[in-house]
Nanobody, 125 residues
Framework: QLQASGGGLVQPGGSLRLSCAASGFDFDYYEIGWFRQPPGKEREGVACISGLGRIFYPDSLEGRFTISRDNAKNTVYLQMNNLKPEDTAVYYC?????????????????????WGQGTQVTVSS
């Protein structure tokens, strides 16, 4: 089970750190992805980290988001800086539990079979 948290209301230019905590399994070497679904739009990937720690971001994020993992806490984080109103969305974390120690990751929904419940991020003045 995955639990995403840390969402909330933030002003443009602000920052938030989302957490994705795993329970019931040890996800040290699994691929973890963060996705978001803006209101009325399709879900899109924002970051992923492979089982071996390789990271990928879509170019569209302009380097504003940073994914990291703390294996001791069984938690993956998404640090979001310089937030914009278009970042408003429900943010989800997901895990691919079918591959251990992957070298690469992809921000493609179909690659992940285990999903958290989502946390709302609203960027507004």
């Amino acid at each position: 089970q995955l639990q995403a948290s840390g969402g909330g209301l933030v002003q443009p230019g602000g920052s938030l750190r989302l957490s994705c905590a795993a329970s019931g399994f040890d996800f040290d070497y699994y691929e973890i992805g963060w996705f978001r679904q803006p209101p009325g739009k399709e879900r899109e990937g924002v970051a992923c980290i492979s089982g071996l720690g390789r990271i990928f971001y879509p170019d569209s994020l302009e380097g504003r988001f940073t994914i990291s993992r703390d294996n001791a806490k069984n938690t993956v984080y998404l640090q979001m800086n310089n937030l914009k109103p278009e970042d408003t969305a429900v943010y989800y974390c997901a895990a691919d539990l079918t591959t251990v120690g992957s070298s690469y990751c992809a921000v493609v929904s179909s690659a992940y079979g285990t999903w958290g419940q989502g946390t709302q991020v609203t960027v507004s003045s």
